[in-house]
C-alpha cells in the first residue's frame, strides 16, 4: 500500500482495559505498541534516580531526550511512587510537548505502532487512521484494578481503589493541558460488560473497517506490467 504507516489511537481513563487491548492488537497486526504513560513515568524515575526536584523542567526535558521509546520497562515503571511522580511532571508543558514529538516519531516509524493513553486521537496522532475509547464504569474498572493488584502480590481495598479512580478521573477530564476525551472522530468501545476476547474481536472489526475505508479512499496505485 502506499498510504503510510498503520497508526492505532486508543484512549481511556484508567484500568478501562486500553492497554491489553492495545498489546494485543500490535501483536495481532504486526506493529510497534507504546503505552505513552510510560513516556512520563519514565522520566519521573530517571528525576527521582538523580535526585532531582519534580518541578524542574530543563532536567525533565534532559531526561526525556535520552530515553528509548522501544525499550520502556513497563513492569518496573508500574510501582504507585513513580505513578505519583509522573502526574507531577505530566503538567510541565514544554515536557509534554517534547514527549509528544517523541510519541509521533515513534508512530511515524513503518510500518507503524498502536499507541494507547488519555490524549493519542486528540493530540498525538490526530490522523491516526483508527482510533478507539475504551471505557467502562468506575465500579468496573476498580473491580479489575483491584484484582491486578493482587495478583501481583500486592494490598488492595477496592473502595479505596474507587476513590483514587473517581480522582484520576476528575483530574484528566479537568486538566487544562490535553484533556481526557474522546476525539470526535473515535469508536466508542464500552467494556463494561466484555470479556477480554470480545473487546479485541470488536476491536479488530473496528480498525479492519478503518483500514478497508483508508484503501478505498487511497487505492493501491496499477503497476505497469
Same mark, same amino acid.
Given at each position: 500500500?502506499?498510504?503510510?504507516? %498503520?497508526?492505532?489511537?486508543?484512549?481511556?481513563?484508567?484500568?478501562?482495559?486500553?492497554?491489553?487491548?492495545?498489546?494485543?492488537?500490535?501483536?495481532?497486526?504486526?506493529?510497534?505498541?507504546?503505552?505513552?504513560?510510560?513516556?512520563?513515568?519514565?522520566?519521573?524515575?530517571? %528525576?527521582?534516580?538523580?535526585?532531582?526536584?519534580?518541578?524542574?523542567?530543563? /532536567?525533565?526535558?534532559?531526561?526525556?531526550?535520552?530515553?528509548?521509546?522501544?525499550?520502556?520497562?513497563?513492569?518496573?515503571?508500574?510501582?504507585?511512587?513513580?505513578?505519583?511522580?509522573?502526574?507531577?511532571?505530566?503538567?510541565?508543558?514544554?515536557? &509534554?510537548?517534547?514527549?509528544?514529538?517523541?510519541?509521533?516519531?515513534?508512530?511515524?516509524?513503518?510500518?507503524?505502532?498502536?499507541?494507547?493513553?488519555?490524549?493519542?486521537?486528540?493530540?498525538?496522532?490526530?490522523?491516526?487512521?483508527?482510533?478507539?475509547?475504551?471505557?467502562?464504569?468506575? =465500579?468496573?474498572?476498580?473491580?479489575?484494578?483491584?484484582?491486578?493488584?493482587?495478583?501481583?502480590?500486592?494490598?488492595?481495598? =477496592?473502595?479505596?481503589?474507587?476513590?483514587?479512580?473517581?480522582?484520576?478521573?476528575?483530574?484528566?477530564?479537568?486538566?487544562?493541558?490535553?484533556?481526557?476525551?474522546?476525539?470526535?472522530?473515535?469508536?466508542?468501545?464500552?467494556?463494561?460488560?466484555?470479556?477480554?476476547?470480545?473487546?479485541?474481536?470488536?476491536?479488530?472489526?473496528?480498525?479492519?473497517? /478503518?483500514?478497508?475505508?483508508? =484503501? &478505498?479512499?487511497?487505492?493501491?496505485?496499477?503497476?505497469?506490467?
Amino acid at each position: 500500500m502506499n498510504t503510510g504507516p %498503520l497508526v492505532i489511537a486508543i484512549d481511556g481513563p484508567a484500568a478501562s482495559g486500553k492497554g491489553t487491548l492495545a498489546r494485543r492488537l500490535a501483536a495481532h497486526y504486526g506493529l510497534r505498541h507504546l503505552d505513552t504513560g510510560l513516556t512520563y513515568r519514565a522520566v519521573a524515575a530517571a %528525576l527521582a534516580e538523580a535526585g532531582s526536584d519534580f518541578t524542574d523542567e530543563s /532536567a525533565a526535558q534532559t531526561a526525556a531526550a535520552t530515553l528509548d521509546l522501544a525499550t520502556l520497562n513497563r513492569k518496573h515503571l508500574s510501582a504507585h511512587g513513580i505513578g505519583e511522580a509522573a502526574s507531577k511532571i505530566s503538567v510541565l508543558p514544554a515536557l &509534554r510537548r517534547q514527549l509528544v514529538e517523541m510519541q509521533r516519531a515513534f508512530a511515524a516509524e513503518p510500518p507503524g505502532a498502536v499507541l494507547d493513553g488519555r490524549d493519542i486521537g486528540t493530540v498525538v496522532c490526530p490522523d491516526a487512521i483508527a482510533k478507539l475509547y475504551v471505557t467502562a464504569g468506575p =465500579e468496573v474498572r476498580a473491580r479489575r484494578r483491584t484484582a491486578e493488584m493482587r495478583e501481583c502480590g500486592m494490598t488492595a481495598d =477496592e473502595a479505596a481503589v474507587l476513590a483514587d479512580l473517581r480522582r484520576r478521573d476528575e483530574r484528566d477530564a479537568s486538566r487544562a493541558i490535553s484533556p481526557l476525551r474522546p476525539a470526535a472522530d473515535a469508536h466508542l468501545l464500552d467494556t463494561s460488560e466484555m470479556t477480554i476476547e470480545a473487546a479485541f474481536r470488536a476491536a479488530v472489526d473496528i480498525v479492519d473497517r /478503518a483500514v478497508l475505508a483508508r =484503501e &478505498r479512499v487511497h487505492p493501491e496505485p496499477d503497476v505497469p506490467v
